[in-house]
T-cell receptor, first 115, second 111 residues
């Protein structure tokens, strides 16, 4: 089946620093990738949708200058949390779009802790 | 607008008992509906999905769900719970190429 990986799986950083999270589709090409954030004991909230080679589309309330998304190839998308603060601590999950619009393959997630 | 409501943030069942996790949807058009499972500190795994074919959908790990248009429901069931079923379960609905998730139900299995 389709596999999506994320790196790193866990990251701890100091407040004010930037953190980059990679999302890779290992055995398929993902024209579209999605980034979600999940706070403890809550559901996944879509942050943005990115299409290869174009700018990401952010959901309402998500700061595009703080959460930089790059989708430079059909197998790699990155999320950079700039000037991270403790309130950015969360579980970030990416997914790659499959052959139909209703199909997404999810990565294992990245736990970000900002001190 | 498409959305889903999961009734009960926590459900506890005894090992071997029936599992029933409730999900109601609202959609202006026939929806695509999903159930995902999430184990601690892991991503989501698709259990099953409804795409307007058969109303009874069978998924992995012995789970199934029935689409009932008259009740706008898509409840998830499993005849006999196993300890390994303890996890968070999310009902979801598609909205274009996006997936909208419910708040989740944590399933606890009692020995």
């Amino acid at each position: 089946g389709a596999v999506v990986s994320q790196h790193p799986s866990r990251v701890i950083c100091k407040s004010g620093t930037s953190v980059k999270i990679e999302c890779r589709s290992l055995d398929f090409q993902a024209t579209t990738m999605f980034w979600y954030r999940q706070f403890p004991k809550q559901s996944l909230m879509l942050m943005a949708t990115s299409n290869e080679g174009s700018k990401a589309t952010y959901e309402q309330g998500v700061e595009k200058d703080k959460f930089l998304i790059n989708h430079a190839s059909l197998t790699l998308s990155t999320l950079t949390v700039t000037s991270a603060h403790p309130e950015d601590s969360s579980f970030y999950i990416c997914s790659g779009g499959g052959p139909t619009t209703d199909t997404q393959y999810f990565g294992p997630g990245t736990r970000l802790t900002v001190l | 607008a498409q959305s889903v409501t999961q009734l009960g943030s926590h459900v506890s069942v005894s090992e071997g008992a029936l599992v029933l996790l409730r999900c109601n949807y609202s959609s202006s058009v026939p929806p695509y509906l999903f159930w995902y499972v999430q184990y601690p500190n892991q991503g989501l795994q698709l259990l099953l999905k409804y795409t307007s074919a058969a109303t009874l959908v069978k998924g992995i790990n012995g789970f199934e769900a029935e689409f009932k248009k008259s009740e706008t429901s898509f409840h998830l069931t499993k005849p006999s719970a196993h300890m390994s079923d303890a996890a968070e379960y999310f009902c979801a609905v598609s909205k274009g190429d996006k997936i909208i998730f419910g708040k989740g139900t944590r399933l606890h299995i009692l020995p």
